[in-house]
Structures are given as structure tokens and as C-alpha cells.
């Protein structure tokens, strides 16, 4: 990932307005900063989120608290607890997350 055109900044999540993002079932949260070519977001799912989508974009993503399960396409799933991470290219292999008890994430893209 190459960040461009991105000045230095800081951010005061809480006052990041928030928008829902139904799943499959349970609710995303996100609150989302965009600068240069970047996406920074602040995630955080229900209890019993599952994705409504398999997802290939190159990402950063953190899990701050909870836990979070992220299903590959080809059948493989990682369980992440707070203060894991993974790391995936554009057009890597299709994911999606699900949690039972929820999870806050921070995910750079």
C-alpha cells in the first residue's frame, strides 16, 4: 500500500459520525475517514454479525476487542482475538467476518 496525498492528521473517533451496514445478520458500524487515496474506519459488529458479501479489496485490518472469525472462500477459517491482525493484497483470496459475541476493528484501505 502506497499512501499518497494524505497530510498528517489526527483523529477524535467518537466524534466520527457512525453509519450501519446491514449483514447477512447483525449489524456493521462503521465510522469512516477518507483521505488521499485511503479508507480509515472504526468497525464495529453486533453480536452475531455475518458478512452479507465475500470481500477481495487490500486491507489492514486490527481487532481491538472481541473476537472475530474470518471465513475464506476456499474453506479455511482464523479466529482473532484483540491485538491479532491480518494483512491481505487487492484481489487477494475472497473473505468475509463473522462474530457470535462482537467485535471493534480498525481496518486501513
Known amino acids: 500500500m502506497k499512501i499518497e496525498g494524505v497530510p ?8 466520527v459520525e457512525s453509519t450501519d451496514h446491514p449483514g447477512e445478520t447483525g449489524t456493521a458500524r462503521w465510522r469512516t475517514v477518507e483521505a488521499g487515496n485511503i479508507r480509515v474506519r472504526m468497525v464495529e459488529y453486533s453480536p452475531n454479525y455475518l458478512a452479507d458479501h465475500w470481500r477481495s479489496r487490500g486491507h489492514v485490518l486490527l481487532v481491538l476487542a472481541g473476537e472475530l472469525t474470518t471465513e475464506l472462500k476456499g474453506g ?4 482473532m482475538s484483540a491485538g491479532h491482525s491480518y494483512h ?3 484481489g487477494g483470496e475472497p473473505h468475509r467476518s463473522r462474530t457470535a459475541s462482537g467485535a471493534l476493528l480498525f481496518i486501513v484501505d
Open 8 to 15: 498528517f492528521s489526527a483523529i477524535d473517533w467518537d466524534a
Open 76 to 79: 479455511r477459517s482464523i479466529v
Open 88 to 90: 491481505v493484497e487487492e
